[in-house]
């Protein structure tokens, strides 16, 4: 009876008589194409390079995203904005009857403003508030002027840009009165402020961090 004798090879003896297992030669097969599809870049020598190594580190390629600009949005120039007249009033919308709940809501917001107007106190402090607050819905009237036909002119702002004021009166008539060269009175509970329009030529919103005189001068 014939007897097969198995010997079994250390890794050592097996680099020794160069005996490799049909199963290593697999597996190498399969390394060295895995390595070529993963990094395709580098070559043969690269990769047997890596191979010779204890780990074997595969790199991985990202395509990054481009971060797309959000592009702001840009709002209309005030020449596109005047084209358009967005802010004219219509006609039909000229009465002064309704602007009249716009000015109870300004003169709430006035007493707020200066927690309270109380008979005992001082006006300079109400002069002070009412130079940097908001106008719109205030009653408005011209007290001096360079051109006599503005005096007299009373009426409820209804807008205000750096240079004018655009008044509407009782007789429902749109005025349209520069500040430039005029002196206008605001009258609220009894209390009354003046407002040198050469001295506020400034967009309402730019205001709040001016400094006032405390009294403007007008050369009439």
Request: net charge positive; charged share 30%.
């Amino acid at each position: 009876m014939n007897s097969v004798i198995y010997h079994a090879f250390s890794q050592k003896d097996a680099k020794e008589f160069d005996i490799q297992h049909p199963g290593t030669q697999r597996a190498e097969a399969f390394v060295r194409a895995f390595l070529k599809r993963s990094m395709p870049r580098m070559s043969r020598q690269a990769q047997e390079d890596h191979l010779q190594r204890k780990a074997v580190v595969l790199e991985y390629f990202t395509h990054r995203k481009q971060k797309e600009k959000k592009k702001k949005s840009k709002g209309l120039s005030a020449k596109q904005r005047r084209e358009l007249r967005l802010f004219d009033i219509n006609p039909e919308q000229q009465r002064y009857s309704l602007f009249l709940p716009l000015h109870e809501l300004w003169k709430q917001y006035i007493r707020d403003l200066c927690n309270g107007l109380k008979p005992d106190m001082q006006p300079q402090m109400i002069q002070a508030k009412l130079l940097k607050a908001d106008l719109h819905g205030a009653i408005v009237s011209v007290t001096k002027s360079k051109c006599p036909s503005y005096v007299g002119v009373t009426g409820i702002l209804l807008q205000e840009t750096k240079h004018i004021f655009k008044i509407i009166t009782k007789e429902d008539r749109l005025k349209v009165i520069p500040k430039l060269n005029c002196v206008f009175t605001v009258e609220i509970d009894g209390f009354i402020s003046y407002i040198y329009g050469s001295k506020f030529q400034l967009r309402s919103s730019e205001r709040s961090a001016k400094k006032f005189k405390a009294k403007g001068t007008i050369d009439l």
